[in-house]
């Protein structure tokens, strides 16, 4: 059981943490002599030639998840997968969740909402898809990103690598949730 003296603490410290962590980048600077107002600049001014360079990868990733799912295919496919996935323990609605949370963070958090609004805020499904969402990675998107940016176009083992990993994190997702909300 938590005690009300752990929860102080831990609220003490959850409301000091980040500003003493952006305290300490000044003040690690200073005592290592960088010019913090010159290098910031130059990695601002780096920033905005990546931003440039990535914006083509990420309208491409965003076209291909609208179309996906203004076509019905995601319904489609959640509709044609039920059987399977009810024996691992998935709700089909959610599987658009699962789907499109390795291409795109928005996209997931927008299906999450439509699952709180129509299931309610506390339900099990609401739990559920905040648990996959907060479990896993928006893997396309990233590698598209961040290889597209420094120019990789062989991305070799990275895609199967993430894509494993999303696979994991959403069926330890639908396990943990089943202990800790059912």
């Given amino acids: 059981m938590v005690t009300d003296r752990f929860v102080e603490v831990m609220a003490l410290i959850s409301a000091w943490i980040l500003p003493l962590l952006i305290m300490s980048i000044p003040v690690w600077a200073f005592y290592k002599k960088v010019p913090l107002y010159d290098t910031f600049i130059k990695g601002a001014r780096e920033g905005v030639g990546v931003g440039l360079r990535i914006i083509p990868y990420l309208v491409a990733i965003l076209v291909a998840i609208g179309m996906f799912r203004a076509s019905g295919a995601m319904e489609l496919l959640a509709e044609f997968a039920s059987p399977v996935l009810n024996l691992i323990g998935m709700p089909a609605d959610i599987l658009p969740l699962a789907i499109v949370r390795p291409m ?68 330890a997702s639908l396990f943990i949730s089943r202990i800790a909300f059912l």
Avoid: P, W
């Fill in 104 to 171: 795109s963070g928005s996209g997931a958090l927008g299906i999450m909402s439509e699952i709180a609004n129509q299931y309610g805020g506390d339900s099990y499904m609401a739990r559920l898809a905040a648990v996959m969402t907060g479990s896993s990675e928006t893997t396309l998107y990233v590698i598209a990103v961040y290889f597209g940016s420094v120019g990789v176009t062989k991305v070799r083992h990275a895609l199967a690598a993430g894509l494993i990993a999303d696979l994991a994190a959403i069926l």
